[in-house]
């Protein structure tokens, strides 16, 4: 169990290859096997106690489509399915992270969200979180896969599970209908857009809610950035701020999310990742969402913006913090 932290940690380390290092921390392995891989599984499965080492050596060092390929070599030689394996293996935190990064990107934020609204009550953190985080490209992709997992639309199943304007303001996001980046700067459409943005909330009495979701759900992230920038001209607040003081509740932490992910969503996970290890009571599960969800994608850029932010580094903070977590609650 105390190997978790260990594992996620290195997540965050991994960077192979001689090219320069991109976004994300787990790459494809070179001089890659899968049969010597499955079978290094296979005996480290059926090892009295479990060899927990050699997988987490092994998994935390293969993209996703390599993980993959080492299943299907483990099902090949074993003749038995290599999740099913694990899963009968492993237990608790260090299985549901191993089983994590078993799926692709894609899958796993699906998962995540169906995790977070199925059952009695909704875990509106969690869905915030992967909601408003990521890109329309992102989402287009999830509810394919979402679709595919659960035979069911993710529209409705946000929609059944949300209400009023939080539910417009995901609902919106999810149709991923925000715009490409273009070349071309509209200054008009930025000055449009930010007074649109004041008039509709700091410089009237109540707020006209409809028009910041259209605007925040369908502008590309470029505009957006210059639009807030524009938007200091008018309000004597940031759009932060005016987030805070204008709505309350999950609205206000979507708001304030998208601003923060449009601003700098590398920064946006450093803090959620520092904020779920500070005090006596980690959330582990914050923790290994951010890890497993973002090593193949900016998890590079994240663990930079978390040593910017903490003066320690996210392998270190994980290794320190997480590992006495484990512990006790073994």
Known sequence: MALVSEFLGQLTLNFGGESEPKFPTVVTARDFDPAKDAARIETAVKTKGVDELT???ILTRRSYSQRREIAFEYEKRSKKDMITALKGALSGSLEAVILGLMKSTAQYDASEIKGSIKGLGTDEETLIEMVCSRS???LVEIKRVYKELFKKELEKDVAGDTSGDFRSLLLALVQAKRDEPSNIVDY?????DARALYEAGVK????????WITIMSERSVPHLQKVFDRYKSYSPYDMQESIRKEVKGDLE??????VECFENKQQYFANRLSEAMKGKSAKEKVVTRIVVSRCEVDLMKIRTEFKKLNQKSLYQTITETLKETIRRSC
Request: cysteine-free; aromatic content about 4%.
């Open 136 to 138: 329309a490209e992102e």
């Open 253 to 258: 932490k979507s708001f304030l999310t998208l």
């Open 188 to 192: 008009e459409k930025i000055d449009q």
């Open 204 to 211: 009237r009495k109540g707020t006209d809610v409809a028009t």
């Open 55 to 57: 997988i987490i050596d």
